[in-house]
């Protein structure tokens, strides 16, 4: 049969010559291709992947990238507040999807130092219909892509203060103090507390944040579901007025349903798949919701929860970035699967059979099964004493 080419499906005849799978027809798809494909390829791990391409990867999963080198590279950080992230991530969606500017020059621009001159340079040579609605904010914005440029107040301070009024904290004067403040504060009321802050700005919590998973966003299928999941917590906060000491102590107690029961969402809320134990105990959180969150996060900016690396083999890999790559792209696998079910894979692990629970739901080919069957071990089921 013949191999198709990665880019544009025409029969290929070159084969990539890191990874040894992809294939193409002609060297233009494969440079062409290299902006998607650079996240699958063998590589060099020592050597990071450039957050122009982290940038492109986020864009075509039309999500807000969360690592915080692309995000400072590229405005995200300067930018502050959700509204202006996003209109910022409109920009770029403009012009690394519709325009297909590509990666690199994006990334040659940013080191000149001449990013905003191209950008604008750019737009001005398209008609005022096809600049899009973004393209009029950014000139009243630039500042976010200049690093030269200091604002005459903390905008993240500003930010920050808005939900602090929201919660009726204590006065404070400095981003110091606020910190000293909410620093003595037990950790269950500082996680409540972020999840305020997502809440008041529209912003879902990103996979590199405790709340993401205590929170039960984890819990949902897809990011509609996380988004249904925030508008539910927003009725409570929001539309309830509950205060935050009250939310505090119910999520301790594990009686966030009856604040849902208070609002009539509990039906919306219960029909997430796992949602239940979520709520009635956040202490107590299965491993394999940590596992998700580690998956999803961009390669190269994971931030990995101590119990993930013994009970679902990423240890085992030794920090070798082919096999953790595999590893993460197996699980994300599973996870994504429609037959999968994540308290059996929970199961898998604490039995000691993660192998072939994976292998019986992905029928993992013969190249990746020699590496996974050692790799997708653990010391479960542990000994009795």
Known sequence: MPRKCYDCGETASKQCAGCKKAWYCSEKCQRSNWKRHIFDCKRDPSKPIITAYRLYLAVIRDI????????????????????????????????????????????????????????????????????????????????????????????????????????????????????????????????????????????????????????GFAACPNQHCESLLLRSYSTIIIDGKCPLDEFTRKFKAGRLIALFQRCKMQDQVLGIPYMKDFLEDSSSINSVWWLKAYVYQDPGQEDMHPAVGVDYGINNCRGVGEFIALVKDTYKKVFDHPQSDHLELHKACITGQIYPYVDSLLKLKKKDAKFLKRLLQNPYPLPDL
Not at 89 to 104: C, D, N, Q, R, S
Not at 174 to 191: A, D, L, M, Q, V
């Open 64 to 215: 807000l990238p969360d690592d915080e080198e692309t995000c400072e590279d590229y405005g995200f950080t300067r930018a502050h507040s959700f509204p202006n992230q996003t209109k910022l991530f409109g920009l770029y969606i403009a012009l690394l999807k519709f325009h297909e500017v590509e990666p690199i020059a994006l990334h040659r621009w940013r080191k000149q130092g001449i990013l905003i001159q191209e950008i604008k340079k750019f737009f001005e040579n398209l008609t005022p219909l096809t600049r899009g609605q973004y393209y009029p904010w950014f000139l009243e914005n630039q500042y976010i892509l200049d690093p030269s440029w200091q604002p005459l107040q903390d905008p993240v301070f500003d930010e920050v203060m808005k939900i602090w009024r929201f919660v009726n904290a204590p006065a404070v004067d400095s981003i110091e103090e606020f910190r000293k403040i909410h620093g003595s504060w037990e950790p269950s009321k500082r996680s409540c507390f972020t999840l305020y802050h997502s809440v008041l700005i529209g912003g879902l919590p990103n996979y590199r944040q405790d709340e993401w998973v205590t929170f």
